[in-house]
């Protein structure tokens, strides 16, 4: 059962108490222990949400930092190629002189 569904009718329940006063006590205990039963659910519910928020958060932020990593190292790299010189550093790749054996 949807638990907001279940407090909703619950809720209505208590407000459709018909006025016998055994029935009405019975009928009120249970929807009670219904609703504690409830709100005891969606607490679990919210404290397992609120620890998934936690870990995905640390993961985000070291992934962050990674990525911020990895960054400064491509741009350190792109600037040692840069700086080479034609010859001595990385050689262009030619399509036609690059080609396999097998072709």
Same mark, same amino acid.
């Given at each position: 059962?949807?638990?907001?569904?279940?407090?909703?009718?619950?809720?209505?329940?208590?407000?459709?108490?018909?006025?016998?006063?055994?029935?009405?006590?019975?009928?009120?205990?249970?929807?009670?222990?219904?609703? *504690?039963? #409830?709100? !005891?659910?969606? $607490?679990?519910?919210?404290?397992?949400? @609120?620890?998934? +928020?936690?870990?995905? =958060?640390? %993961?985000?932020?070291?992934?962050?930092?990674?990525?911020?990593?990895?960054?400064? *190292?491509? #741009?350190? !790299?792109?600037? $040692?190629?840069?700086?080479?010189?034609? @010859?001595?550093? +990385?050689?262009?790749? =030619?399509? %036609?002189?690059?080609?396999?054996?097998?072709?």
């Amino acid at each position: 059962m949807n638990t907001l569904s279940g407090i909703e009718k619950n809720m209505n329940e208590l407000n459709s108490i018909d006025s016998k006063p055994s029935n009405s006590q019975a009928k009120l205990s249970d929807t009670q222990a219904d609703l *504690q039963a #409830q709100v !005891i659910e969606l $607490q679990m519910n919210l404290s397992h949400l @609120e620890v998934t +928020v936690e870990r995905l =958060d640390e %993961v985000i932020t070291r992934q962050d930092r990674d990525i911020q990593t990895l960054q400064r *190292q491509v #741009q350190f !790299i792109y600037k $040692q190629v840069e700086s080479q010189d034609g @010859e001595g550093g +990385v050689a262009p790749f =030619d399509v %036609v002189a690059d080609r396999p054996p097998h072709y």
